[in-house]
C-alpha cells in the first residue's frame, strides 16, 4: 500500500467520522466544528486527486468564510437545545433509509467496469493546470448545467431578499431621488450683514 492509499483511507476516516460528529453532536457550536474538520478533510482528498484549486476554494469559501459566518450565528443566538432535537428520532428513519441508499448509490457506482477503467492514475505534465482543466469543462461540456445552477442560485438570493425585506414605519432612511433632486437655492439661503465698526481704543 502506497503512501497516497494510506493518506486517502485517513482523510477518508477522517470525513465519515466529521460527519457523523455533525448529525450526533447535541451542541450546535460542536457540530459546526465538526463540519469544519469535514471540509478540511474532504480538501486533503482533493489534493490527492490533483485537484488544488477545488481544495483551495474548498477550504477559502466554506471553511474561512460560510462556517467562520455560521459559528458567529450560532454562538449569537441564544438557541433552545431541547427543542432542536425534538424531532429527532421522529425522522430519524427516514434519515437513515437516505443514508442507506446514498451508501448503496456511492458502492454500485464505485464497483461499475465504467468507473474501474475511468479510475485509473493519469500521469501530468508539469504545465498541466487542473483550474484551466476545470474552466474547460465547465464551459463546454457542462455548461448548460452550469447556467442552470447559477439561475437557481440566483432565484433563490433573490427570494431571500423579498422573504426578509419588510417596510417599516417611523424608520428614517435615505431617499435617493429626493437627494438628487436638492437645488442650492432650496437648500442655501446666503444672508448679507453690514460690517461692524471697530471700536477704537483709548
Wanted: aromatic residues 12%; positive net charge; contains cysteine.
Amino acid at each position: 500500500m502506497s503512501f497516497v492509499d494510506v493518506a486517502f483511507y485517513l482523510f477518508a476516516s477522517i470525513t465519515v467520522m466529521a460527519g457523523v460528529g455533525v448529525v450526533i453532536a447535541r451542541n450546535p457550536v460542536h457540530a459546526a466544528l465538526y463540519l469544519v474538520l469535514a471540509f478540511c478533510s474532504a480538501a486533503g482528498i482533493w489534493m490527492l486527486l490533483e485537484a488544488e484549486f477545488l481544495a483551495i476554494a474548498l477550504v477559502l469559501v466554506y471553511v474561512g468564510a460560510v462556517m467562520v459566518l455560521f459559528l458567529f450565528v450560532v454562538m449569537m443566538l441564544d438557541i433552545n437545545l431541547l427543542q432542536l432535537r425534538e424531532g429527532f428520532w421522529r425522522w430519524f428513519p427516514f434519515g437513515a433509509l437516505l443514508a442507506g441508499l446514498m451508501v448503496f448509490e456511492m458502492i454500485w457506482v464505485l464497483g461499475s467496469t465504467q468507473t474501474a477503467d475511468v479510475a485509473t492514475a493519469v500521469v501530468h505534465g508539469a504545465d498541466y493546470s487542473n483550474t484551466k482543466e476545470l474552466g474547460r469543462l465547465l464551459y463546454t461540456d457542462y455548461v448548460y448545467p452550469f447556467e442552470i445552477a447559477a439561475v437557481i442560485l440566483l432565484v433563490a438570493m433573490v427570494a431571500a431578499i423579498a422573504l426578509t425585506l419588510r417596510r417599516r414605519s417611523g424608520v428614517k432612511s435615505q431617499n435617493v431621488a429626493e437627494q438628487v433632486k436638492a437645488k442650492k437655492a432650496d437648500r442655501l439661503r446666503i444672508v448679507k450683514m453690514p460690517s461692524e465698526n471697530k471700536v477704537s481704543s483709548k
